[in-house]
């Protein structure tokens, strides 16, 4: 079993920036490739970075690539999402989620377990 809880979402205005965290407790956290994904009001939750167990492959939505950039620290168990040049499409609440395997992923379906979501919400 591993618990995800996200942190570090809040209000900023478009053009801002934010990092949001994930830290896990439980299994092995090396062990799992991570991810974030995102579901915005009235629409199905979405993709948006993949990261591997090691840190060193990652993989991007097309709509965030070269804005944002996910990171991990297995010493402290904890995955990132730096987040820049925020724009008003990138309201949602942000998932931090970990698949039982060492590859990344951008399919939700892979994905064993999720954090509880964090808000993240840019004013124009």
């Known amino acids: 079993q591993v618990t995800l809880v996200e942190s570090g979402g809040g209000l900023v205005q478009a053009g801002g920036s934010l990092r949001l965290s994930c830290a896990a407790s439980?299994?092995?956290?090396?062990?799992?490739?991570m991810g974030w994904f995102r579901q915005a009001p009235g629409k199905e939750r979405e993709f948006v970075a993949t990261?591997?167990?090691?840190?060193?492959?990652?993989y991007y939505a097309d709509s965030v690539k070269g804005r944002f950039t996910i990171s991990r620290d297995n010493a402290k168990n904890t995955v990132y999402l730096q987040m820049n040049t925020l724009e008003p499409g990138d309201t949602a609440v942000y998932y931090c989620?970990?698949?039982?395997?060492?590859?990344?992923?951008?399919?939700?379906?892979?994905?064993?377990?999720w954090g509880q979501g964090t808000q993240v919400t840019v004013s124009s």
């Open positions: 989620a970990a698949r039982g395997f060492r590859t990344t992923s951008s399919y939700m379906s892979s994905y064993n377990y």
């Open positions: 990261i591997d167990w090691s840190g060193s492959s990652t």
């Open positions: 439980g299994r092995t956290f090396s062990s799992f490739a």
